[in-house]
């Protein structure tokens, strides 16, 4: 098993910009992609961004790009989120997610293992 905990989130101003972490423990050599996701009231739950833990390819979803920045952090088993330049259409909660196999999908959230609890993030006009 593998256990995620996301921080991070808040409140911020349209144009601002937040870092959020997700610290993973457990089975975490079974890791071979971290993703984040987010959900904004009514709507799906959505691809936001992808890491390859040993490679450390990235991927965005066009929302995003130009403006998230994902990384990873091996030594501590840490993924984060920059964002930079948020707008109102960001808020959502911010969850991150594990993939211990290689996704056929990368985008859907069917293919990750392992959820965190999620992390708040708004954005004010």
């Known amino acids: 098993q593998v256990q995620l905990v996301e921080s991070g989130g808040g409140l911020v101003q349209g144009g601002g910009s937040l870092r959020l972490s997700c610290a993973a423990s457990?089975?975490?050599?079974?890791?071979?992609?971290m993703g984040w996701f987010r959900q904004a009231p009514g709507k799906e739950r959505e691809f936001v961004a992808r890491?390859?833990?040993?490679?450390?390819?990235?991927s965005y979803a066009d929302s995003v790009k130009g403006r998230f920045t994902i990384s990873r952090d091996n030594a501590k088993n840490t993924v984060y989120l920059q964002m930079n330049s948020l707008k109102v259409d960001d808020t959502a909660v911010y969850y991150c997610?594990?993939?211990?196999?290689?996704?056929?999908?990368?985008?859907?959230?069917?293919?990750?293992?392992?959820w965190g609890q999620g992390t708040q993030v708004t954005v004010s006009s």
């Open positions: 890491i390859t833990w040993t490679i450390g390819a990235t």
């Open positions: 457990g089975r975490t050599r079974s890791i071979y992609a």
């Open positions: 997610a594990a993939d211990a196999h290689i996704s056929g999908n990368y985008r859907a959230t069917r293919e990750y293992d392992y």
